[in-house]
Each structure stands twice: as C-alpha cells, then as structure tokens.
C-alpha cells in the first residue's frame, strides 16, 4: 500500500496505521465525511460498508438519518431526494443492485446533484455470481457519472473523501463513484492510514451546499420537462462539468497528497518511461501487473505497467502521451464488452484513445482466480507476436481464446 | 399579457408578502353538514394558472386546494404523470413551492430521501429546526398503485412524516390511456380494450387506500374533489398527523374517461351519489365515512356519462351495480349502520343546478 504514496511528502495531517477491509476502509472514509443522509441495501459484496455504516449511526458515532430502504431503486432515489433538498449523502451498491437503480443515475447527473456512491464491484447475472469483476461500473460509462477505480482499501478510503470535495465543487456538481474489487478488496483486510482527528477531513472536504436544491424560500423546480427544444443545453451543461471535472480531480488529489501524504493522479503508471511494453489494467489485479512488468525487465524486455484510476473523465490526452512511445500496449480488461469490435472495454476506449491497435485480453471473469504467471504467459505471447492486436483474447477460460 | 389579463385579479404567491384572507368558509357553504372543515383557505395561489393540464382535468383543482392548505413551506415530489409534464415544462412552471420530478416509480423513497434530510439538517441546524416543512407527494395511480407499489409501501413501512396525494383518473391517461391497477371493471382503454370477445378490463380496482391503512399508518383517506371542502379537510388533517399519510383522491379524467368538459365535475358528484367512490377517512384505525349518501343513484348514472364505458351490455352494468352493493354493504357493516343508502330508482340521473 505505502508503494502507492509518492516519495517523502510533508504531510500536515497527522494519522495512524490501522487495519481495515476496504469495506470497512470507506465505511470510516463515509463516516469522516459527516453524509447527512445514507440510504442503503444489502447485496454483496459491499454490504459491510452499509452494516458499518448502520453501527456508527446506531452507536450515535455519525450523526446522520440512515434510511434502510426496500431497494437499490429507492436507495438511489432516496439520495437524490436528499442530495436535492441540500444533505451530503451516501449509498454503496454492487452489480444486481446497480442494474435496479439504473433509471436513476442519469437523472442524479442531468439535477447535478454531488452523490458519492461506493461500488465493491461484482459481475452480473446469469448465471448468478456474487463475486467480483468490473462488469457493474463499466456499464456506467455513458451515464455522466465520475468513476473512481481504487486498487487498495487506502486508496478507497482516500478517494472516497476526495470524491465529496471533488463532486460539491461549485465547478463540477456531479455525482462520482468510487469502485474497488468485490472481496480481493472489499473482503481483505490491509494496513492504512486514517487521520487521527477526524475533523481534519472535514476541514478538507467541507460540505459547500452549493449545488441547486430544494428551499422553500428560494423555490426551484428540479427535473422539469426538457422539451427538444431544451434538453440539449441543459444536458450539454452536465457534459462540460465533467470534462471540466478532470482539473478539479487532479487539484483535488494534489491537494490531498499536501494534506495526507497520498496522491494518486488519474492513472498510475509503473516504469513506463522506456516501455516496448505496457500492461494497462485496473483494481487490485495492477499489483500482479506491476510484478510481470519487473519479472520481464530482469529478463531483458523493456516492460512496464499502467493502472486506470479515473475512467470518466477519460483522461485521453494524459494517456496518449504516457503510451504513446510503447510499442505494445496490452489491455487487461476485467468486464466483457459483449459483442463490441475488442471485448475489453477498456481496449476499445485505448485504442480509440491511441488511435492504433492494441493488445485485448480479459481475465478475473466472474472472479475467476489469476495469478502473476498467467499474466506472464499472456505477455509472452504478446510479445513473441503469439497473439495478435486488434482481437481479444482470454486469460483463465477453459476453451478460450488462448 | 395586459395587466387587465385573466389572471390580473389571481395574487401570486410572492414570499414575504403573504396575506391570509378568508376565501372559502366550507361550513357555511354546507350548513349544518360540514362543521368538521369549518377552516380559512388562503386567497394566494401556490398552484399558478397557465398549466397545460387538459380541458376541464380535476388534476389543478386538487394540487391548487392542496397547496392552500399545504401553505409555501412545502416541497412537492411529483411522480410522472399527467401533472408533471402538464405544470414543469422548462423553462415554466405552475408551481409555487420547491418541486421535483425524478422518475415514475419512485414518489415514495425520493420523498423518504427529502424528508430525512430536512430532519438532519434540522438537528445540523441548517434549517431553522422550528420551522415545519411539508414534504408532500403528488402521484398519479400507475405512480402509486402499479410501478410505485414497492417505494410507497416502504415510505409507509418506515413511517416517513411524508403526505402521499394520490390523483386517480383509472389509468395511464398522459401516456394515451392505458389501463391501471386501479382503472375499474368494465372501462375500455387501449390496453385493455372493449372488444368482441372482452368487455374492457376485467379486473377490478386496487384498494389503495385499504392497503395504506393496513401499513398501520396515523390517516388514510379517499376524497373527491367534486367536494372541495371534504377534500381540504382531508388535506388539513394528513398535514397534522404525525407520521405518513395517504389520501385517495379520484379524479375525473376528459380523454380518457370520454365525458363532456363541462361534466368534469358532475360526474365525480355521481361517482359519490351512486356509492361508487365512497368518501370515507381512517384515523389511527378508526374508520368513518366522512360523507354519507341516504339514498343511491344507480351506477349507471355514472356509467353512462362516460364513452369508456358505452359499450357494456345491461347485464354488465348490473354486474358493476351489484359489486357496488356489496362494497357498500361491507362499508355499512364496518361502520355499524347505514351511512350508505340503498338504489333509489325515482333519483334523476342528473339533478338540476339553481
């Protein structure tokens, strides 16, 4: 976890070294983040965020109004009707249940209402699956929400603080969500960092209520009618803050580095510089990227490797130049893309991004178990020209693309 | 528009210029009948002219009523229906207070959201925690009966302090008509159509407010705004209570129902005169009929007012009438006497106004 942080930073904040679930690591992020308001539904695998979440309020810990609603429909339609009448709030769902509050998402970007969602990632049904890959978020990808991929349970408690400040920023007013691997991050338990006095969070991501919202002496109407005369502009409003977002978040991140000691940027990247290959995936699987990359350096291939943290904004014209002198950039994709040109759907967005071919493979389907070797193998075969670019193949699958 | 427009003589509601007046002494309208809702509604509108509702729709009458007895501080959430792409088409509005649209099915857990938060901001002191803040739902019935079902009961479930205004025109009459859990047996709409082989819909309506007050919730209540000043009343006590209310209110629909305009009012008055909409209200479990009726008119005085309805053979009507009599029996039973009157053949369907 320490590797994430940059090389010695001042840090202002004094804090102590716990160990947490990355559940359990944003449930305490929430807390510090004093949301007014929580709605929350079981599924799993992010359900101890919201079971913790239920103690600290019950424990008269966090002072705010949990509501246990009777769906991920309602529980986002809850934080909308929160986040609308000016209360900071908090939801956290995984894949069935993010497909049940979908009608909402978009309605929560065209309001511009600062949600911060947690999402402990998992696949979608059928066959039924609990366990862990990014099918869930990838599918809102089109909806104008900010996506945070965290690969530890520090860098989910971290982002999740950052996400309010970035989302109430007068600039953005946006709904953001932080996603980080169901159970090999939402299950594990690893060493963080947290502040010692929690009021410092407060201190850096203060609630700004400047967002429009629901006051009886200044009455607004939220979600009115956008005939096609209008709907355009108005939804083009929301298009703009989140491209605009992109300097917000990497202000913000600075900013928490100042703070905290952490930064993140908008992807990480592990001896890159020099790289004929780069290995981009996202989540916790970046830790095994990282060690093909060094196991591939020791025998002589100049490798490296690349984490996608913030999706959306898509940080375009950062990575065309971070990538742009690697030879082969191979894109471990941890969500299908059914049916599309490259399966991976971050490869379809790399090579749109690179504008030529890149290297597609998926792993981790359904939570299927892979390890450093298997990565090795695949990168060998991108390397000894095994595998073509421009197809996608499989990592782990019996009778896959091999 | 010219300051001597239409609406010249209508104050809008502006904030910090707030006069009551006495506009409506419902007692002395009703002498005698009505002492229960013997209060002042306000002159000021909160519900503004210029909406795009159909001709001679009950949907103003009731959100206008509502928001006089509601008074501005109040926040309304506003399924999708008829009344809300009917008074929010930006950049104008009808609406005086704050309001908001998310989506269809969802009236309940965004009113649960919006009512939790005022609490929290109220203890944050955010907002003044002595200041009372109405947070009311106004939904259609496929809002509330059908794709709502789920988010209202659990805003009754947890006993959300929300007024829940259910305007019932017996189907999905914005989107052409379709049929409801709560369009009744025997009306034709273009999901369930009067065919050779189907008279209509063939189902009979969900008793919303039966199913509220089995949530165990302070006060449920249907009304009808053909009596405005039960409807008011109704809305005044919803606003007392402490904890979710439900109020039932049926609402006269013109394409949809196919009556003349001009009868939008007389044929929610036959709803009422024929038992087939019974004003009634339950109060912490207590159940009353707030408006009885001595003597019916038969059903098919309301039926026949109404193009849904043409089609059915005497036989079918006969069957709705019987229907009728015996939710009025059960009514009588449950109240211990007869608040409801049998058929009185010698009523004239349509009884002359002075």
């Known amino acids: 976890m320490t590797a994430q942080a ?6 202002k904040v004094a804090q102590r070294r716990i160990a947490l679930t990355g559940n359990h690591a944003v449930a305490l992020a929430v807390k510090m983040c004093r949301p007014e308001v929580i709605a929350a539904y079981p599924i799993t695998p992010q359900t101890p965020v919201v079971e913790k979440l239920a103690e600290y309020v019950n424990n008269g810990e966090l002072d705010a109004e949990y509501i246990p609603v009777e769906s991920e429909h309602s529980a986002m339609s809850a934080v909308i009707g929160a986040s609308a009448a000016g209360a900071r709030t908090f939801t956290e769902t995984s894949s069935q249940g993010l497909g049940h509050m979908y009608e909402n998402l978009p309605i929560a970007v065209g309001m511009r209402l600062p949600i911060v969602m947690g999402m402990a990632v998992r696949t979608y049904s059928a066959p039924i699956n609990v366990w862990g890959d990014y099918s869930d978020v990838m599918s809102m990808r089109e909806l104008g929400w900010i996506i945070y991929i965290a690969q530890s349970a520090q860098e989910a408690f971290d982002t ?35 502040p010692e006095d929690e009021e410092e ?26 005939t096609p005369e209008w709907y355009w502009e108005v939804r083009w409003q929301a298009v ?7 300097k917000v978040i990497e202000e913000v991140d600075e900013e928490f580095g100042k703070w905290f000691g952490r930064r993140y940027g908008l992807f990480r990247t592990h001896r890159t510089e020099d790289a004929e290959l780069v290995v981009v995936t996202y989540g916790s699987l970046y830790g095994l990227a990282k060690k093909v990359a060094d196991r591939l350096r020791q025998e002589g291939v100049r490798a490296g490797a690349l984490r996608l943290r913030v999706i959306r904004p898509w940080p375009g014209d950062q990575l065309k130049k971070a990538l742009e002198a690697a030879e082969k950039v191979f894109v471990i994709d941890r969500a299908i893309n059914h049916g599309a040109y490259l ?21 981790t389907i359904g939570m299927r178990a892979i390890d450093s070797d298997m990565i090795y193998e695949a990168a060998l075969k991108v390397l000894k020209g095994l595998w073509a670019p421009n197809q996608t193949y499989t990592i782990g699958l019996r009778g896959g693309y091999e | 528009m010219s300051s001597g427009g239409r609406f010249a003589k209508i104050p809008v509601y502006i904030r910090g210029n707030y006069l009551v007046k006495t506009a409506i002494k419902a007692a002395e309208e009703y002498q005698g009948q009505y002492e229960y809702a013997n209060f002042e509604l306000p002159d000021e509108e909160l519900f503004l002219p210029g909406h795009g509702l159909c001709a001679s729709c009950t949907i103003g009458v009731i959100a206008r009523h509502m928001l006089k007895v509601f008074g501005p501080d109040t926040v309304v959430i506003n399924p999708t229906g008829c009344a809300e792409v009917s008074t929010v088409v930006y950049p104008r509005t009808n609406w005086g207070v704050p309001w908001i649209h998310v989506a269809f099915g969802n009236g309940g857990s965004v009113a649960s959201g919006i009512e939790a938060a005022i609490k929290a901001l109220k203890r944050r002191g955010v907002i003044d925690p002595g200041r009372r803040i109405n947070v009311v739902v ?5 809002g509330t009966a059908d794709i709502g079902f789920q988010a209202l009961s659990g805003m009754f479930e947890r006993g959300h302090k929300v007024i829940y205004v259910m305007y019932d025109n017996e189907g999905y009459m914005n989107t052409g008509i379709q049929r409801s859990g709560t369009t009744p047996f025997g009306a034709s709409a273009t999901t369930s159509p009067a065919g050779k082989k189907v008279p209509g819909n063939v189902t009979h309506k969900k008793p919303m407010a039966a199913i509220a007050a089995a949530h165990g919730i302070p006060y449920v209540a249907t009304a009808n705004p053909a009596y405005v000043h039960d409807m008011v009343y109704k809305f005044k006590k919803a606003m007392e209570v402490d904890g979710p209310s439900f109020i039932h209110v049926l609402q006269s629909c013109t394409p949809g129902w196919r009556f003349e305009p001009k009868y939008a009012i007389r044929v929610l008055e036959l709803a009422t005169e024929t038992g087939y909409w019974v004003n009634y209200e339950i109060e912490r479990g207590e159940f009353r009929v707030t408006l009885p009726v001595p003597r019916r008119k038969h059903v098919k005085c309301f039926l026949q007012l109404q193009g849904r309805f043409r089609h059915l053979k005497p036989e079918e009507v006969e069957y709705i009438q019987k229907v009728i009599d015996r939710d009025v029996e059960e009514i009588n039973r449950v109240v211990g006497r007869e608040v409801i009157g049998p058929v009185d053949p010698s009523l004239p369907c349509l009884t002359e106004r002075k």
């Open chain 1, 343 to 363: 399966q991976g759907p971050m490869a379809m967005e790399l090579a749109a991004t690179l504008q030529r071919p890149v290297y597609s493979a998926l792993a």
């Open chain 1, 160 to 194: 999740v603080i950052q996400a309010y400040r970035v989302a109430e920023d007068s600039r953005v007013h946006l709904p953001a969500v932080v996603a980080y691997d169901g159970f090999w991050t939402s299950h594990v338990l690893q060493p963080l960092d947290v």
């Open chain 1, 6 to 11: 940059l090389a010695p930073v001042e840090k």
């Open chain 1, 201 to 226: 969070v407060m201190r850096f991501a203060p609630i700004t209520r400047s967002w429009v919202r629901l006051d009886v002496d200044n009455p607004a109407q939220l979600g009115a009618v956008g």
């Open chain 1, 240 to 246: 703009e803050a989140l491209r605009e977002s992109q």
């Open chain 2, 138 to 142: 106004f939904a259609g019935d496929g």
